[in-house]
């Protein structure tokens, strides 16, 4: 159950691209989830049985990585402190790890119900 994403078009037009590229960088860094060490995969909920699969699914360093940094966030949030710059999440740092498999299981989930929902009927010749 991930969130639409405009994140295709705006790629697919260059002028659009242009535009939105400095007020997303703005966003992220307004955000102030980078300043506590975290990806914005972090932030996903675990509220729901597809998002629990998907951090089942996860690599093991991945998924050890993942506790780390909620961890340490948590901790400089209870300090009413921000982590050094060297140890905040660098832009190039934040990428997708648990998007892509929150996908996936999706697809499948789609592909099941619809193979479970499929009738066959014989042709007649």
């Given at each position: 159950?991930?969130?639409?994403?405009?994140?295709?078009?705006?790629?697919?037009?260059?002028?659009?691209?242009?535009?939105?590229?400095?007020?997303?960088?703005?966003?992220?860094?307004?955000?102030?989830?980078?300043?506590?060490?975290?990806?914005?995969?972090?932030?996903?909920?675990?509220?729901?049985?597809?998002?629990?699969l998907?951090?089942?699914?996860?690599?093991?360093?991945?998924?050890?990585?993942?506790?780390?940094?909620?961890?340490?966030?948590?901790?400089?949030?209870?300090?009413?402190?921000?982590?050094?710059?060297?140890?905040?999440?660098?832009?190039?740092?934040?990428?997708?790890?648990l998007?892509?498999?929150?996908?996936?299981?999706?697809?499948?989930?789609?592909?099941?119900?619809?193979?479970?929902?499929?009738?066959?009927?014989?042709?007649?010749?």
């Amino acid at each position: 159950m991930s969130q639409p994403s405009l994140a295709n078009a705006i790629v697919k037009r260059p002028w659009l691209y242009k535009i939105m590229k400095p007020l997303s960088n703005w966003y992220c860094n307004a955000a102030g989830y980078r300043k506590l060490g975290l990806k914005a995969d972090d932030l996903i909920p675990e509220e729901s049985e597809t998002v629990l699969l998907a951090l089942k699914r996860l690599p093991q360093q991945e998924a050890y990585d993942r506790v780390f940094r909620l961890r340490r966030a948590f901790q400089a949030s209870l300090a009413h402190q921000l982590l050094p710059v060297s140890q905040q999440t660098k832009p190039e740092e934040d990428v997708p790890y648990l998007s892509p498999i929150i996908r996936e299981i999706e697809a499948e989930a789609r592909e099941r119900s619809d193979l479970e929902t499929l009738s066959i009927t014989k042709r007649k010749h």
